[in-house]
């Protein structure tokens, strides 16, 4: 048996309920609330990540206070110094979680101690201060609760939920920053790929690597993203819609997506999935999926996957299917695999399609949550 990670144990530990810690966050009068047109507007219409709730949750951290002035408030700019560290030198954590509408009207989230635990994990690589898991789940129950009418219904749908802390004291010199925000803002989502389970194309890069050994790849920080985006236009230009990362130490391994773990299906109904050497973020996705494919008794290997024996693999029929998977996009299958000397089609099956719907029905309590992953939010 697989022995959990770190961020899994944390994560497995008791935590209170939403009752236990909500009214942590102070909401405030809010007197420009959407108006009833424009939130029909968006909800009949959900895209992903473009539209935004009434209102968000923020605190501030400075050494004398700690975290403190823990509120909701209304949506809206934020200032900041021009100065502001953030802007430059970008010292700055994030998370990406969902909240589901169950049948019955009741508010869900998926596995937020995991990412209350991961979002220290970031925080320790970037120096900036922890976060209680209790403000953590405070801030998301305070939030959704206060914007409890944008989480949608609908099959596919969800409030995705953004929290981030970035440094905010206004000065130029290098070094971990005295003054941070905290914020989680919300938005109401669809689909994250518009095309739901249709197959993506993947440019596997040799030029570019989104981490190295002993940098910040396995931590969700926004200078990760910045380094896979240029790799990632120029996949776009060549039409591909995203981009696999080989490791930075050899250039032969699987790494990951931009923002997405990978995963290969073999044709003897094995699974892997590259080790975390590091490098890759442990994603709750991932961490999922290995759980209850495990507990299915299917044999799930975590090892190191060189590119060369994926394209070995599809070209013998050894592997069956490979697919892509984190919160945002949940399970996406792949569809093709190319760069400057090979182009090969990956064939789309059953099996990712099975995990993404195992997977949607924990979320959606459709399927028994037999592995204590739901977090009740609200009641209808
Ligand atoms: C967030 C993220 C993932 C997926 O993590 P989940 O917890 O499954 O959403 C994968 N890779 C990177 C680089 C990420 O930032």
Known sequence: M??????????????????????????EPHDQLASESDYERVMANLSFGVDFTDYMAHATWTADKGWHNKRIEP?????????????????????GMKAYRHDDGSI????????????????????????????????????????????????????????????SESFLGVRAASRYEYLVIASPSGAYFKNGLQPIDLWVDRTYHRAGPGGMGDVKTGGNYASSLLPKVRAA????????????????????LGGMNVFVVMADGSVKTPALTGNILPGGTRSSIIQFLEAEGVN?????????????????????????????????????????????????????????????????????????????????
């Open 237 to 256: 230009e060549a039409g591909f819609d995203e981009v696999l990362f080989l490791d930075a130490a050899t250039n032969t391994n699987l790494d990951e």
């Open 300 to 380: 799930v290997s975590e090892e190191t996957i060189s590119l060369q024996s994926v394209l070995d693999g599809l070209d013998s029929g050894d592997v069956a299917e490979m697919f892509a998977c984190g919160t945002a996009a949940v399970v996406t299958p792949i569809g093709r695999l190319a760069s400057e000397d090979f182009d090969v089609a990956v064939p789309v099956g059953e099996k990712t399609k099975q995990i993404y719907e195992e997977l949607t029905a924990i979320q959606l309590g459709h399927a028994e949550d037999r592995f204590g992953w739901l977090y009740k939010i609200a009641d209808a």
């Open 108 to 167: 869900w989230t998926f596995r937020p101690t995991y990412n209350a635990a991961r979002i220290n994990m970031s925080n320790r690589r970037l120096a900036i201060p922890e976060i209680s898991r209790e403000d953590y789940l405070a801030s998301i129950v305070d939030l959704v609760r206060a914007d409890a009418r944008w989480v949608p219904s609908d099959e596919g749908t969800s409030l995705y939920l953004r929290p981030f802390v970035f440094a």
């Open 75 to 95: 949506y809206g700019p934020l200032t900041l110094d021009p100065a502001g560290a953030v802007l430059h030198y970008g010292q700055e954590t994030f998370e």
């Open 2 to 27: 697989r022995k959990p990670t770190e961020l899994e144990e944390l994560a497995a530990r008791p935590a209170p309920g939403a009752d236990e810690v909500a009214g942590t966050f102070v909401r």
